[in-house]
């Protein structure tokens, strides 16, 4: 049976899905959009618990879970990206702890504080997963891991990730008692460039947001490190600012 009406209460359901933060993680699932991106979320042991499905576009293989299938102008309603691949999974959401992870000898870290846009946030996780960042601490988030629009921008790559959120006091914790080395990203005359630190040892690099920066909280706790830059203006955007330091730390363990 195809679903038709836009009143269904599945259709209701997933909608509320897909906007509502406070109802998503109230339910404890999060929905998934696009073929590439459920795909990762399999293979990364992300337990699925159904999918909308509309025949006419999908062309993947079917899942094994419960399948609702969609008409396509239900599908359209649903879907951000309109009549692209077909398919929306539900999983569960993983929950994790910070002092879970256990950071090897060498681990490098990327830490945003208090970032705002999912886009941003999904485009920072791309980043990490290409490469090799051993984990990503969102430190006094304004969005969570399972928006739909950090899932859409990271296509997927969330789902190989190490993610975590924390409040400030409890990654500085973290971060003192596995010993790393402490980047902030502080505009000082202390600062050095990006290329006189040595990232091949166990690292965090701290990022605030584009508009204040880091925080007052991470004066004096970390080495003020900065991108070498040569033109007029004194400040990336906040995605390509975690690219570039996330190639340099790959880089130096390549050497």
């Known amino acids: 049976m195809i679903i038709e009406s836009f009143q269904n209460e599945k259709i209701k359901y997933i909608t509320k899905l897909l906007t509502d933060n406070r109802f998503r993680k109230k339910s404890g699932v999060f929905a998934v959009e696009g073929q590439q991106e459920n795909e990762r979320a399999q293979k990364y042991n992300f337990e699925?618990?159904?999918?909308?499905?509309?025949?006419?576009?999908?062309?993947?293989n079917t899942p094994k879970e419960k399948i609702h299938l969609v008409s396509d102008k239900v599908y359209e309603k649903i879907a951000y990206r309109g009549s692209s691949e077909g398919i929306?999974?539900?999983?569960k959401t993983k929950e994790t702890h910070l002092n879970n992870f256990q950071p090897k000898g060498n681990s490098t870290v990327i830490i945003v504080e208090g970032v705002e846009k999912p886009g941003?946030?999904?485009?920072?996780?791309?980043?990490?997963e290409a490469f090799g960042i051993d984990?990503?601490?969102v430190a006094d988030g304004k969005t969570d891991f399972y928006n739909p629009n950090v899932i859409r921008s990271s296509v997927g790559c969330l789902f190989g990730m190490e993610v975590f959120q924390a409040e400030n006091n409890e990654v500085f914790e973290f971060l003192q008692k596995n010993s790393f080395n402490i980047y902030t990203t502080i505009m000082d005359e202390s600062s050095k460039n990006m290329f006189e630190r040595d990232f091949t040892k166990r690292s965090a690099v701290l990022f605030g947001t584009e508009h204040?920066?880091?925080?007052?909280?991470?004066?004096?706790?970390?080495?003020?490190t900065l991108i070498p830059m040569t033109g007029s203006i004194d400040s990336l955007n906040l995605s390509n600012a975690v690219a570039i330091t996330c190639?340099?730390?790959?880089?130096?363990?390549?050497?």
Do not use: D, P
């Open 212 to 224: 204040s920066g880091l925080s007052n909280f991470w004066n004096g706790k970390g080495q003020n």
């Open 88 to 91: 929306i999974g539900v999983y």
């Open 135 to 137: 984990a990503l601490i």
């Open 247 to 255: 190639y340099e730390t790959l880089r130096q363990k390549k050497s």
């Open 120 to 128: 941003n946030l999904g485009a920072i996780l791309r980043s990490c």
């Open 48 to 60: 699925a618990v159904e999918f909308y499905i509309c025949e006419n576009i999908f062309n993947g």
